[in-house]
């Protein structure tokens, strides 16, 4: 479990292809605080290390994953965002996130107001259930409120700490990300289908 709060970011230095997987190397500072087996969200996505060298680590991408998220699209020397796990006992300062990315969405419109930024995001058709008026959204591991929905669209909007401190700052029209929903929103859709 996660809630959505970019805690680092690390770089992306190797990816090689092996078979129908992605191993991927990063480095990033934090590599002593790693361990094996550690599931960390990378832009949202749940992701196992699998080796630590030094200041790089591994982790190995599934076909699944690769094709229902962005990480066919990432490249050397990507900024991708961390969060490791939520801890009993801490605060849930965003939302509660699974880190199992539902969609991929697509930037279409970038607006600076003063020091914020508005985005805005088209979903496939058959998620527009899941967003809601000022509800709550993990857009490539970021816990963002979502506002202004029209059809297939939404809107977030960023403080610059939130700018400063992830890779949103390298969005740009036309940018993919991964989104993944709130499992609420989720739970009521699937209910309300079989029910």
């Known amino acids: 479990m996660f809630t959505g709060i970019v805690e ?5 230095e190797q990816i090689h292809q092996n078979q129908n997987n992605l191993e991927i190397w990063f480095s990033s500072d934090w590599t002593h605080e790693f361990k094996i ?10 992701l196992t290390i699998d080796q630590i060298s ?3 680590y591994r982790i190995t991408a599934i076909e699944e994953t690769i094709k229902k998220t962005t990480i066919a699209n990432w490249k050397v020397h990507d900024n991708i965002n ?5 801890k009993l006992g801490d605060r849930l300062d965003g939302h509660i996130v699974q880190g199992h990315v539902d969609a991929v969405a697509h930037c279409i419109s970038v607006v600076h107001e003063g020091n914020t930024v508005e985005f805005t995001f088209q979903i496939p058709n058959e998620f527009l259930g899941y967003i809601i008026e000022k509800g709550s959204a993990a857009i ?5 409120t979502t506002h202004t929905l029209v059809e297939d669209t939404f809107k977030v ?7 400063e401190h992830t890779n949103a700052n390298d969005w740009i029209v036309g940018s ?4 993944e929903f709130d499992f609420l929103a989720k739970y009521l859709q699937r209910n309300l289908k079989i029910g």
């Open 176 to 179: 993919k990300v991964n989104i």
């Open 54 to 56: 030094g200041l790089q």
């Open 8 to 12: 680092n970011q690390s770089v992306i």
């Open 140 to 144: 490539d591991g970021i816990s963002l």
């Open 157 to 163: 909007s960023l403080i610059p700490y939130t700018l």
């Open 82 to 86: 961390l969060e490791r796990c939520l």
């Open 37 to 46: 087996d550690q599931s960390i969200a990378h832009n949202g996505i749940c």
